[in-house]
């Protein structure tokens, strides 16, 4: 599994950090994450794409 | 399931008053045995399970949000309230944003986003979020008690929402005026003498509105209204009547469901032993709480969609054009996901997030804004007031109306502080 983000639609709600922070980081003003998941974090970057307000985040399986 | 009063579609008890001020206890059952309920007192099904709720939201082509904000609204009883509103320039009235499907709501989103840049505009604001939270603390740390909803919950996220309207703070007063009765109007329950008032309250915030929008169009300004009109070439303006529903929106979902959440958490914060001390000694562990606050007091309990083909859920048939009223209060105590659901501080929100603020392509626009509010507001008053406590003489109240949670008044007492600006020497 992979993530792709949308830096246009993101606006730094954080959502993604909170529910996985494994995968994702807010520094300052940009998101950080780890493109390539691993096995066991998948199902937190599935929640991670399901709570972000602007629905963009992106999971290629 | 024949045995269930709820299936057979007589009362809940959902509109009375002590069910208003307490409604899990009928959620539960609800989930339990008539987890999708018709309630024929309001012509809706009632959705109160997390998965269910949050199914309708994950599928928006499936049910509607054409209606999402009303179950009665009031001016239908109104022949003149409709004769005023039929006159003015916001005739007829859009849909847009929370009341809009795709592709336009697709569109419309695009257009708050540019206009609003939540991240960029949170960012400038914080500043003065602190600022007004301090300001507000002045107005009373030296009395030793205040009326928390009043003098805090309500002004802090308004000041917040007229800062962004480009209103003086001396006006709020008027927009909290204009957001209630759109509130009591949509919820059906203003009285029926105040239905006319409040089709001419409409009109003023429309013409209060426009007036700020022609100014922005003569001469640009690089502010929420002025990016709202400044239309990038190629693309397609609002209307007047599209530009008027998204200043209503950006009104009152800035301002009604943050007051109720302040005064939600404040509660919360007292009522729970040791919690405020802990707070104090923890800062960084306020946004957990928070969270915890929006889950377990949803500000808005709930929204509505319609069904745009006939769906089965496990069971109960909903028909095409059938209304449901989605549960978040409920769906956000669901022990499938929450145990007992009980307020706890300690509790791991992060692997089942809340759905307060909605989910998918509807979820809230400004719940960044909300939650920013909420943690200097309460990592605030917690260190300038310790001691904050529920008042011993005067009384605290909810609000009882059914689709929001929020405390119609909170009295609160404690040691008299200082003010900031002559502790530091400065003006406030």
């Known amino acids: 599994m992979k993530i792709e983000v949308d830096h246009k639609r993101c606006e730094l709600h954080g959502q993604c950090a909170f529910v996985a922070p494994e995968l994702f980081k807010i520094d300052g003003d940009t998101l950080i994450f780890q493109a390539d998941v691993p096995e066991e974090l998948q199902q937190k970057a599935r929640t991670a794409a399901k709570v972000c307000p602007q629905l963009a985040i992106k999971l290629v399986e | ?11 809940v008890g959902l509109l009375n008053e002590e069910a208003l001020r307490e409604p899990y206890a009928i959620y539960k059952r609800l989930r339990e045995e008539a987890p999708v309920a018709f309630i024929p007192e309001q012509n809706f099904w009632l959705v109160t399970r997390y998965d269910d709720c949050e199914f309708i939201l994950s599928h928006p082509e499936k049910f509607s949000s054409r209606e999402a904000v009303s179950s009665t609204n009031a001016y239908r009883r109104s022949p003149e309230a409709l004769e005023i509103l039929s006159k003015s320039k916001g005739h007829p009235r859009a849909k847009t944003l929370i009341m809009s499907d795709p592709p336009d709501h697709t569109r419309y989103r695009a257009i708050l986003q540019r206009a609003l840049i939540p991240a960029k505009t ?28 009043r003098e805090f919950a309500y002004p802090l996220p308004m000041r917040i929402v007229a800062t962004l309207l480009d209103v003086p703070d001396n006006q709020i007063d008027m927009l909290k005026a204009w957001s209630d009765d759109f509130i009591s109007v949509q919820a ?52 007047i009547q599209e530009l008027l529903n998204f200043a209503l929106q950006i009104l009152v979902g800035g301002n009604e469901s943050t007051t109720n959440f302040l005064g939600n958490g404040m509660y919360r914060l007292i009522d729970t032993p040791g919690l405020i001390s802990e707070i104090q000694a923890n800062p960084e562990r306020i946004p957990d709480i928070v969270e915890e606050i929006l889950r377990h007091d949803a500000p808005l309990q709930g929204l509505f969609r319609v069904a745009t083909e006939d769906h089965n859920f496990d069971g109960i048939k909903i028909p095409k054009g059938a209304k449901l009223m989605l549960s978040f209060g409920s ?13 706890d501080p300690d509790r791991d929100n992060r692997s089942t997030l809340h759905l307060a603020f909605g989910r998918g392509i509807h979820a809230c626009a400004g719940q960044a804004f909300a939650r920013r509010e909420g943690v200097i507001a309460f990592q605030t008053l917690t260190r300038r007031l310790p001691d904050i406590r529920l008042s011993k003489t005067l009384p605290s109240e909810r609000q009882t109306l059914f689709s929001l949670r929020g405390m119609k008044q909170l009295h609160l007492e404690f040691t008299p502080q200082a003010r900031k600006g002559q502790k530091t020497g400065q003006a406030a």
């Open chain 2, 1 to 11: 399931m024949s045995s269930c009063p709820f299936a057979k579609g007589s009362a």
């Open chain 2, 122 to 149: 949170l960012r400038e604001l914080t500043p003065r979020i602190q600022l007004i939270v301090d300001e507000l603390i002045d107005g009373f740390c030296e009395r030793g008690s205040c009326e928390f909803v």
């Open chain 2, 188 to 239: 059906g329950n203003i009285p029926e003498d105040r239905i006319v008032d409040a089709a001419r309250h409409t009109i003023e915030f429309e013409e209060y509105i426009l007036a700020k929008l022609d100014s922005r169009r003569k001469t640009k300004r690089d502010d929420l209204l002025g990016r709202l009109v400044d239309v990038p070439d190629g693309e397609e303006s609002l209307t």
């Open chain 2, 331 to 343: 769906a956000n105590h669901d022990e499938k996901y929450y145990g007992d659901a009980d307020f």
